[in-house]
Structure formats: structure tokens, C-alpha cells
């Protein structure tokens, strides 16, 4: 394994595991929307490496399973087997938010502070 990607999961992990914090949160308190948008962020954050990936994508999944949303089911299940095949190689989408409601292939802009926390984890 690249030692850069290793650097950079460990770098990126205490951002990404606080958005799931944030989205286990908001769930508990029953604001699902809100909880998504916390996945999304985390995605962003980590799809560069592959554990965090396939982990957000997992949670995602999971969000879609409590939620009822079959095509969030499906469309994980599609977008975690492409994490985990895909990553190591470089075939991300970068700023693509991970939820079935965008293409799994679509690069999107990136909000200054998440870039910003990238940024400095790839250093």
C-alpha cells in the first residue's frame, strides 16, 4: 500500500469520524436530512482513501435501510463495491457527495473548509 494514502487516512480520519459522529447525532434526535448532510461531508472528506470510503458509503447505506429508501439501499450497495475497487487506483469523483441522488461519476465543487481540511491532510 502507497504510504501517501496511508498518510493521508490517518491524517483525514478525526474529520471524517466527527462527521459521522455528527450524523449518528443528528439520527438519534430524528433529523434524518441533517444527518445526511453529515455523511455527505464525511464522503467528501474521505473518498481520497479507501477504508474511509467504503466506510461512509456503509453508512450511508445504513442511513437508507432505517429510512426506508430502496434506492439508497441499491445505489450504496453499487458505490461500495466501487469504493472499494476503485480508490486505491485514483477513480474518484473528487467533491461528489456519495448519496444515490448524484452520479457516482460526477466530480462537484468542493465548500473552502472542507477543501481546506483535505488540503492539509495531503500534505
Known amino acids: 500500500m502507497d504510504h501517501h494514502f496511508l498518510h493521508f487516512s490517518k491524517r483525514i480520519a478525526p474529520f471524517v469520524e466527527t462527521e459521522l459522529q455528527q450524523a449518528q447525532i443528528k439520527m438519534d434526535n430524528g433529523a434524518s436530512h441533517e444527518a445526511f448532510k453529515h455523511l455527505e461531508n464525511a464522503h467528501v472528506l474521505g473518498q481520497a482513501s479507501t477504508y474511509w470510503h467504503v466506510k461512509t458509503h456503509y453508512r450511508m447505506l445504513l442511513w437508507g435501510w432505517k429510512e426506508k429508501k430502496a434506492g439508497e439501499v441499491w445505489g450504496q450497495l453499487i458505490r461500495i463495491a466501487g469504493a472499494a475497487s476503485k480508490t486505491a487506483l485514483g477513480l474518484i469523483p473528487t467533491g461528489n457527495t456519495g448519496g ?4 457516482p ?6 465548500d473552502a473548509p472542507l477543501a481546506a481540511i483535505i488540503r492539509d491532510a495531503k500534505r
Open 100 to 103: 444515490a441522488n448524484v452520479s
Open 105 to 110: 461519476f460526477k466530480p462537484m465543487p468542493i
